[in-house]
């Protein structure tokens, strides 16, 4: 495009000298950021030891209010509005704990805001920022360690954190740069993308999108962390459980796949083509009347 009749030749030249020039490198976030981003508001020995509302938490909304950067709680029954909590900004996702008590927040800005809905008003309890730009939270669901931790995963810097549940204290971070599944090159800025917790084992699942690789991170001793390593497809993003929980199904979009990973196995068990760029979100499971249970 010729933009002689918009730019005078200086600036010309210095358009032409600002796209030649390499990008910075952006500034990692380190785990004192981390910790020093992390605040209990009421800490856990000060919150209700029962439910101090007649709310039905199984059937309230956490509707995302993206450009004021809050949550509001609809009262599901009623329609009415219970209360706008402050967020990080554009929450991507509020993830229900296993209890359902608390819902987890996640901003695209990294910060996780943690809500109590046994107060008589929900409220926030405690918050947390993992990262610079961020989309998945997810709290431990495997009999025996409901709740104990949280995960979150950065798009930048590609990391995850591993949280206690009840306050989100940050316990560990772990970087997701690494091989891609195909022409196995290394990739230095994978971004985390869906997180699920598996209820077969005390794992979880997490979907590390450059690289192909999915990762099922066992939580029973975090100091010594094991992880395995499923090869899916590039480029992996949002999925959930099938009907049974046991099946993870999560889109490798620019791949126009579908992975499917059997989380009683450890494995993937599928890898299906489907039409252009899929992006599911979490999942609908439905009975068809032609095929029975359906994703």
């Known amino acids: 495009v010729n933009f002689d009749d918009i730019l005078s030749k200086d600036e010309l030249a210095l358009m032409a000298k600002y796209i030649q020039t390499t990008p910075d490198v952006p500034p990692e976030y380190s785990f004192k950021e981390t910790m020093d981003s992390w605040?209990?508001?009421?800490?856990?020995?000060?919150?209700?030891?029962?439910?101090?509302?007649?709310l039905n938490l199984k059937n309230i909304f956490s509707v995302t209010l993206r450009d004021t950067g809050e949550v509001a709680l609809i009262d599901g029954d009623t329609k009415e509005i219970i209360n706008v909590i402050r967020t990080g900004y554009a929450v991507h996702i509020s993830r229900l704990s296993h209890s359902g008590r608390y819902v987890y927040t996640?901003?695209?800005?990294?910060?996780?805001d943690l809500i109590d809905l046994y107060f008589e008003k929900p409220t926030k309890v405690a918050e947390i920022k993992v990262g610079l730009e961020a989309r998945s939270v997810e709290t431990s669901k495997y009999k025996g360690y409901e709740d104990k931790y949280a995960i979150a995963g950065a798009y930048w810097p590609?990391?995850?954190?591993?949280?206690?549940?009840?306050?989100?204290?940050?316990?560990?971070?772990?970087?997701?740069?690494?091989?891609?599944?195909?022409t196995q090159e290394f990739h230095p800025e994978p971004r985390v993308a869906a997180i699920v917790a598996s209820h077969e084992h005390p794992e979880f699942i997490v979907n590390v999108k450059e690289t192909g690789q999915i990762q099922l991170v066992n939580y029973e001793d975090?100091?010594?962390?094991?992880?395995?390593?499923i090869g899916a497809a590039r480029f992996l993003h949002d999925g959930g459980w099938d009907s049974t929980k046991r099946y993870f199904l999560t889109a490798a979009n620019q791949s126009d796949k579908i992975a499917v990973v059997d989380s009683r196995e450890r494995k993937l068990t599928a890898l299906v083509d489907v039409d252009k760029i899929p992006h599911p979100g979490r999942r609908a499971n439905v009975e068809d009347p032609e095929h029975g249970t359906a994703w």
């Open 39 to 54: 605040k209990v508001i009421v800490p856990v020995k000060d919150r209700p030891t029962k439910q101090m509302n007649k």
């Open 106 to 112: 996640i901003g695209r800005d990294g910060k996780i």
């Open 158 to 182: 590609p990391q995850y954190t591993i949280m206690d549940g009840s306050t989100l204290e940050p316990l560990k971070v772990v970087s997701t740069r690494g091989m891609t599944v195909d």
């Open 222 to 229: 975090i100091n010594n962390l094991k992880t395995t390593t």
